[in-house]
Antibody
Framework: QVQLVESGGGLVKPGGSLRLSCAAS????????MTWIRQAPGKGLEWVSY????????YYADSVKGRFTISRDNAKNSLYLQMNSLRAEDTAVYYC?????????WGKGTTVTVSS | EIVLTQSPGTLSLSPGERATLSCRAS???????LAWFQQRPGQAPRLLIY???NRATGIPDRFSGSGSGTDFTLTISRLEPEDFAVYYC??????????FGGGTKVEIK
């Protein structure tokens, strides 16, 4: 079945780095744009970044620009988010989602906690 | 950046009642590229409606979306127990940022 599974979350100190992964299965990964969305504890949804199917066009939210890098490996059916210079306000559940327009399939999320 | 404002913040209703949720955009949403998501506690969001009025695969017909331009509505005709959740609208029609509304919580009265 169509599935997205995030991994790589954890506890990191301010200023530290983490790399999130999203493994896709059950569909042709290379046909879809992919997106990262996050949700801080008790808060709403915040779009973080997206990457087109071939990886040629990338956008970031202003809140993460210059610190986060999205990438994908279509041969491995995988999406990544390299997060550097992490701040307390980056603490959130991070979801990956596929899209060809609306985000129609989401993973269950991975939790990132930035704290000393 | 398109700002989406959802109202009300919380809707207190009983099972079987009708729920009407609003999403207002600060600028016209391109081609009606407006989606609605449901999020139950501890779960990932689920796509309900796309293109303002099209139900996603497997979504019951008690959910309907309407609107265009800057004003959009999600209606749940008769609330079932599993419908008590938080609902978000999101626009995906313009270049990023792909903004979400702040959410409406539908709670049991």
């Amino acid at each position: 079945q169509v599935q997205l599974v995030e991994s790589g979350g954890g506890l990191v100190k301010p200023g530290g780095s983490l790399r999130l992964s999203c493994a896709a299965s059950g569909f042709t990964f290379s046909d879809y744009y992919m997106t990262w969305i996050r949700q801080a504890p008790g808060k709403g949804l915040e779009w973080v970044s997206y990457i087109t199917s071939g990886g040629t066009i990338i956008y970031y939210a202003d809140s993460v620009k210059g610190r986060f890098t999205i990438s994908r490996d279509n041969a491995k059916n995988s999406l990544y988010l390299q997060m550097n210079s992490l701040r307390a306000e980056d603490t959130a559940v991070y979801y990956c989602a596929r899209s060809l327009g609306p985000m129609d399939v989401w993973g269950k999320g991975t939790t990132v906690t930035v704290s000393s | 950046e398109i700002v989406l404002t959802q109202s009300p913040g919380t809707l207190s209703l009983s099972p079987g009642e009708r729920a009407t949720l609003s999403c207002r955009a600060s600028q016209s949403v391109t081609s009606g590229f407006l989606a609605w998501f449901q999020q139950r506690p501890g779960q990932a969001p689920r796509l309900l409606i796309y293109g303002a009025s099209n139900r996603a695969t497997g979504i019951p017909d008690r959910f309907s979306g309407s609107g265009s331009g800057t004003d959009f509505t999600l209606t749940i005709s008769r609330l079932e127990p599993e419908d008590f959740a938080v609902y978000y609208c999101q626009q995906y029609g313009r270049s990023p940022p792909l903004t979400f509304g702040g959410g409406t919580k539908v709670e049991i009265k």
